[in-house]
């Protein structure tokens, strides 16, 4: 099984449509993620969610908008796509420990965005 | 804030060979943890090593270590007996206790000569 599940793995689109990435976790896991990697394969942290509650929420675009139905799924909905949201988008889930910091992060496959 | 930095964009070894990847770090925070991950040309994100802030002594898994230098703020992966599969990029990351935000370096890409 799977642990980290993300839906699909390419995604070929025009400027201008919305598209949805879907994420599920079979861990049990308390926290997901999402990640944006550009061309130069930096990662970025987009959103975080605990127990369905987010968290972390970086300077992204409000076109961007998560939503975590279960602490199990995280979705990401973008609208009005443009050429620079091409991308490889990350799902990741982690526990939430007393600790805080040595829980180390679980990722998707990872979804190619490509827009034109 | 919490900063990473790796300053090698990369790097070539011969197999067989030792490699340390470069990693320093930024944090006013006296607990944190400090990950490395590869990322094969295939596209996924895999976990190597952990070390966390008050760790005595360092990480260990197989080929993999991490010399830590908490008085430097530095965290470099050590590969030892390079193999051809080790050609990847490497990425060190850290995690704030309190917002569970994890920062990643802009990686190191290795290539292992043969």
């Known amino acids: 099984d799977t642990a980290v599940s993300q839906t699909p793995k390419y995604l070929v689109t025009q400027m201008g449509n919305d598209k949805s990435i879907k994420c599920e976790q079979n861990?049990?896991?308390?926290?997901m993620y999402w990640y944006k990697q550009d061309s130069k394969k930096f990662l970025k942290i987009m959103f975080s969610y605990n127990n369905k509650e987010l968290i972390i929420n970086e300077t992204v675009p409000n076109r961007f908008s998560p939503k975590s139905p279960d602490k199990a799924h995280l979705n990401l909905h973008i609208n009005s796509l443009e050429l620079g949201d091409s991308a490889v988008y990350f799902c990741a889930s982690s526990q939430t420990s007393d600790r805080g910091f040595n829980e180390k992060l679980f990722f998707g496959s990872g979804t190619q965005l490509s827009v034109l | 804030a919490q900063k990473i930095t790796q300053t090698q964009p990369g790097m070539f070894v011969q197999e067989k060979e030792a490699v340390t990847l470069d990693c320093t770090y930024d944090?006013?925070?006296?607990?944190?943890?400090l990950f490395w991950y590869k990322q094969p040309s295939s596209g996924e994100m895999i976990f190597l090593i952990y070390?966390?802030?008050?760790?005595?002594q360092n990480a260990t898994e197989g080929r993999y270590s991490l010399n830590f230098q908490k008085a430097r703020k530095s965290a470099n992966l050590v590969i030892s007996a390079s193999q051809l599969g080790d050609s990847a990029m490497y990425f060190c990351?850290?995690?704030?206790?309190?917002?569970?935000?994890?920062?990643f370096g802009i990686g190191t890409k290795l290539q292992v000569i043969p």
């Open positions: 070390q966390g802030s008050y760790d005595q």
């Open positions: 990351a850290m995690r704030d206790p309190w917002s569970q935000k994890v920062t």
């Open positions: 861990l049990g896991h308390d926290t």
């Open positions: 944090t006013s925070d006296p607990s944190y943890g």
